[in-house]
């Protein structure tokens, strides 16, 4: 089980009756969350929601106002993590939604048009959220080589450069540097005597960088003994019970905003785009449980006019069917009985196919149908130009496009790993996940054996794959913005710029959690991460 599906699979939504047939809870439902203390309910204590829910066709005011009624800081209710996702599901519903205030505007794709500053400033009255946060000192980047730089610290005023240097961290990450090194340049006695020195020093159950450097030197041992493809395929195969699985990914998904928030940003671009149509079809390439799916069904089932007709063809690759339990009629039978209790005509297409071997032929393009096409966490695993000469990434992109979709959602991690050398490729990995390891941290104990589970069954697999596998046995090749920018402007995309507005109501969100999420609006897309390093990039295209 790769990442996407992780957090495909571990989606969480709305809370109602229809019941996904998993072994033991629905994967979206409310009581399916993890039983894990939140950063809000740490932060806030217990108290359960008071808040009345939505009426259809409320407006994005009416949101605020109601969510004010907990964030003001004068209120007298307490964040919980329960009111949260309530919240969530709310926010998620209302933006997608038609808009019945003239009040509130949205963004379109070719104009520079946002809500009005009346709403503006009553949003930033109302999520009064400043962070205080002491100076930092940004210290330049270190080099072990002429070529490859060493992640940047952040040291605080008071602390000299000799401190930061004895600092038992810093301390691990230089040796876990050393053994990419030696490795790279094939020093095998050195690497070996190295790796021995940093078994000592990591530990599944430390700091941060302890815990990441377990499986980098895991996937480390593994890229000296050419076993990395194998290793990789014997940790899916000794995944477990995917009863047991689908609790891990639904604890990752809660404890990692940055991800839930990549997710309603591609959503709410979809709902923008769609705001007007009677016939609609979403193309989703992975749509492991079709969990996404349900705020924006529930939106469309409120329109004030009656709802569109639906039709979603979900794409899943054959290796899904453990996770989910069973094939992919049990993402129809969850979608036809959201049909039934919300009165809104909906068909479903499974295709349990690789996303490469889609064609035209089988998307049953039908016209008059306004079509959406959905990429979240997964056009990495096709490969380019570099794998294969064909360069199936940049043909499925030039085939999608040629279907003329209204929009096409775009959500990966921003991380550098397609292309880049070995070594390279090594620090770019210690730095991107040693951020994700760091924002753990904020929710989850050290010594908490769920979060353990989760770093092991849903992160290692991938770690060890980057970093001892080449060629096509190596399927985690991300890509940066920019690059996935380029692609999709070779296609003949434009970008449908995500809306400032959104953008910003989740910015406020993210502080909920912690301060040291970050939120970055870059020409249109957004960049969601931890402290100074960006883990996911939101954006759409049409």
Not at 217 to 240: D, F, M
Not at 412 to 435: G, I
Not at 509 to 514: A, D, I, P, Q, R
Request: hydrophobic share 35%.
């Amino acid at each position: 089980m790769d990442l996407h599906q992780l957090l495909k699979y571990g989606l969480t939504a709305s809370d109602h009756s229809c019941e996904f047939p998993a072994p033991r809870t629905p994967a979206y439902s409310d009581c399916s969350i993890s039983k894990q203390r939140s950063p809000i309910e740490s932060l806030s204590g217990n108290i359960h929601s008071q808040h009345s829910p939505l009426e259809p066709g409320s407006s994005l005011r009416q949101f605020q106002i109601k969510f004010s009624e907990f964030t003001e800081p004068n209120s007298q209710n307490t964040i919980t993590s329960q009111n949260m996702r309530h919240a969530l599901q709310e926010l998620e519903t209302v933006l997608m939604a038609p808009d019945t205030d003239e009040g509130a505007t949205s963004t379109n794709p070719n104009t520079d048009e946002h809500k009005p500053a009346k709403v503006a400033r009553q949003l930033s009255r109302t999520w009064s959220h400043e962070s205080r946060r002491e100076p930092i000192i940004m210290v330049q980047p270190q080099f072990t080589s002429n070529r490859y730089p060493v992640q940047s610290f952040e040291v605080r005023p008071e602390k000299r450069p000799r401190e930061m240097k004895e600092d038992p961290q810093n301390k691990v990450k230089q040796l876990l540097i050393k053994c990419a090194e030696a490795l790279s340049e094939n020093k095998i006695e050195e690497f070996d005597a190295l790796v021995q020195e940093a078994h000592g020093m990591v530990s599944i159950s430390g700091e941060p960088i302890q815990r990441l450097g377990a499986y980098l030197i895991e996937g480390l041992v593994a890229r000296k003994e050419s076993s990395g493809t194998n290793i990789y395929r014997a940790l899916k195969c000794r995944e477990p019970e995917s009863t047991e699985l689908l609790s891990y990914m639904r604890t990752l998904y809660d404890i990692c905003p940055y991800f839930k928030f990549g997710y309603m940003a591609a959503n709410g671009a979809i709902a923008e785009a769609l705001r007007s149509e009677d016939r609609i079809h979403i193309i989703d390439f992975q749509i492991a449980q079709g969990t996404q799916w349900i705020t924006l069904i529930q939106a469309l089932a409120a329109r004030p006019g009656g709802p569109p007709h639906v039709r979603i063809t979900g794409i899943d690759d054959p290796l899904s069917e453990y996770a989910r339990g069973d094939g992919l009629q049990l993402v129809g039978k969850m979608l036809s009985d959201m049909s039934k209790k919300f009165n809104i005509p909906l068909e479903f297409t499974g295709l349990p196919v690789y996303c490469p071997q889609v064609t035209r032929e089988m998307l049953d393009i039908r016209p008059g149908e306004a079509l959406a096409v959905n990429f979240t966490l997964h056009l990495h695993h096709t490969p380019d130009e570099s794998v294969d000469v064909s360069n199936p990434r940049d043909g499925l992109l030039r085939m999608v496009k040629g279907l003329s979709p209204k929009v096409t959602t775009l959500v990966e991690q921003e991380s550098n790993t397609n292309t880049t050398p070995f070594l390279t490729r090594f620090l770019e990995t210690l730095d991107y996940y040693y951020a994700m390891f760091e924002s753990i941290d904020v929710t989850l104990p050290r010594d908490s054996k769920e979060r353990i589970s989760v770093e092991q069954h849903c992160l290692a697999k991938d770690i060890v794959n980057i970093i001892a596998c080449e060629g096509d046995g190596r399927v985690e090749r991300h890509e940066l913005l920019g690059k996935w920018r380029s692609r999709l402007t070779m296609a003949g995309f434009k970008p449908y710029p995500l809306s400032s507005y959104v953008n910003s109501v989740i910015k406020k969100l993210l502080g909920f959690y912690s301060d040291k999420y970050t939120l970055v609006e870059k020409d249109g897309a957004m960049l969601l991460g931890w402290k100074n390093r960006s883990l996911i990039s939101a954006s759409a295209w049409h």
